[in-house]
């Protein structure tokens, strides 16, 4: 059964920063690309980043290149956004999901900005 | 303001057909595939349809995707008071090298 499973999420201070981590699990990670998508309270969602299997192309929104950076780690099965210089609108819940069609979706991990 | 065109709402009975339209560009809708998503209340997007008309494993016939040049469109027969969601149209964005989604559907079966 795949799995994917958020964690990192919590309530931080504007300019702050925050790593999410995405366990996955029930398929072989290193062979798929992965993406991290938000939705801000009551809200549509909104397309963060992509990385290929080998993290050798990696895709960001406009508004968040320079401070979001996505890795991953094969060995670990493991996808992570590192969030730098957080800001209030940057409120949401942050979701991983599996390949270029985002077939499977974890449950997602709230990140609040707020002082 | 999103890349992608859906209207806020629609709605019918249950049983009806209810259409979901979802407008975009040559450069995402027109030139790659189309997906769509259901997210319940309180819960994470599901996968409906991938490369614009087909079901993952599990997804009923009762939904369906097409795609006409810029245009997309998921249909949903039959209605039930379960399909009572938010609804999503996805695709790549060859312009902007990013995903896009439309702003999303409420669907209210009445």
């Known amino acids: 059964e795949v799995q994917l499973v958020e964690s990192g999420g919590g309530l931080v201070k504007p300019g702050g920063s925050l790593r999410l981590s995405c366990a996955a699990s029930g398929f072989t990670f290193s062979t798929y690309s992965m993406n991290w998508v938000r939705q801000a309270p009551g809200k549509g969602l909104e397309w963060v980043a992509n990385i290929d299997s080998s993290s050798s192309y990696i895709y960001f929104a406009d508004s968040l290149k320079g401070r979001f950076i996505i890795s991953r780690d094969n060995a670990k099965n493991s996808l992570y956004l590192q969030m730098n210089s957080l800001r209030v609108e940057d409120t949401a819940v942050y979701y991983c999901?599996?390949?270029?069609?985002?077939?499977?979706w974890g449950q997602g991990t709230l990140v609040t900005v707020s002082s | 303001q999103s890349v992608l065109t859906q209207p806020p709402s629609v709605s019918a009975a249950p049983g009806q057909r209810v259409t979901i339209s979802c407008s975009g560009s040559?450069?995402?809708?027109?030139?790659?595939?189309v997906t769509w998503y259901q997210q319940l209340p309180g819960t994470a997007p599901k996968l409906l349809i991938y490369d614009d008309n087909k079901r993952p494993s599990g997804i009923p016939d009762r939904f369906s995707g097409s795609k006409s040049g810029t245009s997309a469109t998921l249909g949903i027969t039959g209605l039930q008071t379960g399909d009572e969601a938010d609804y999503y149209c996805?695709?790549?964005?060859?312009?902007?090298?990013?995903?896009?989604f439309g702003g999303g559907t409420k669907l209210t079966v009445l």
């Open positions: 999901a599996r390949g270029a069609d985002r077939d499977y």
């Open positions: 040559s450069s995402n809708i027109g030139n790659n595939y």
């Open positions: 996805g695709a790549w964005d060859t312009r902007l090298s990013a995903g896009v």
